[in-house]
T-cell receptor
């Protein structure tokens, strides 16, 4: 599975959009990009995933570049409750094995 | 649905004692995963089951760890004997057909003294 690179930390003002980048330059054609987050003292929470096209759900939007070498998770209107560690995971196949890296710690500030 | 249920939420035990962690997956999910999280190693997969059958236990650290899934609604992770280095938060997750959209429980914080 492709390796991902994320900034260790980011800040965002409450009410503004939070844009979390992820680099996955060695991604293969059949690998998906998954995003999870972990709020302090809770279990990880699935956010969104995509293959090629941009995706949007009630939580966030996922923008994948045309060459698929990077992606951005967008939280359109960040709230204090969005403060968490955000994990970008690239995965293929159906093994079910999620491999979590160090992620990005997002701090939403009032 | 109540989500994935784990018990106990906190466990403090002495070195050498047996520890059993329990998990009830979301009804209808047929894949179950056990993860461990520490500051040093982050979040790592220990074992996962499909239809109650262990599929991959390569993440189980050693023979002191064992996991069972006797039916679709219950799984246990047992450590015997426990050691201080086993102190961690243990998460259980479930999904439908091994999907990567996994739903995690609240975790069990284990402290071995």
């Amino acid at each position: 599975d492709a390796k991902t690179t994320q900034p260790p930390s980011m800040d965002c003002a409450e009410g503004r959009a939070a844009n979390l980048p992820c680099n996955h330059s060695t991604i293969s054609g059949n690998e998906y990009v998954y995003w999870y987050r972990q709020i302090h003292s809770q279990g990880p929470q699935y956010i969104i995933h995509g293959l090629k096209n941009n995706e949007t759900n009630e939580m966030a939007s996922l923008i994948i570049t045309e060459d698929r070498k990077s992606s951005t998770l967008i939280l359109p209107h960040a709230t204090l409750r969005d403060t968490a560690v955000y994990y970008c995971i690239v995965i293929a196949g159906n093994t079910g094995k999620l491999i979590f890296g160090q992620g990005t710690t997002l701090q939403v500030k009032p | 649905d109540a989500g994935v249920i784990q018990s106990p939420r906190h466990e403090v035990t002495e070195m050498g004692q047996e520890v059993t962690l329990r998990c009830k997956p979301i009804s209808g999910h047929n894949s179950l995963f056990w993860y461990r999280q520490t500051m040093m190693r982050g979040l790592e997969l220990l074992i996962y089951f499909n239809n109650n059958v262990p599929i991959d236990d390569s993440g189980m650290p050693e023979d002191r760890f064992s996991a069972k899934m006797p039916n679709a609604s219950f799984s246990t992770l047992k450590i015997q004997p426990s050691e201080p280095r086993d102190s961690a938060v243990y998460f259980c997750a479930s999904s439908f057909r091994g999907d990567y959209e996994q739903y995690f429980g609240p975790g069990t914080r284990l402290t071995v003294t």
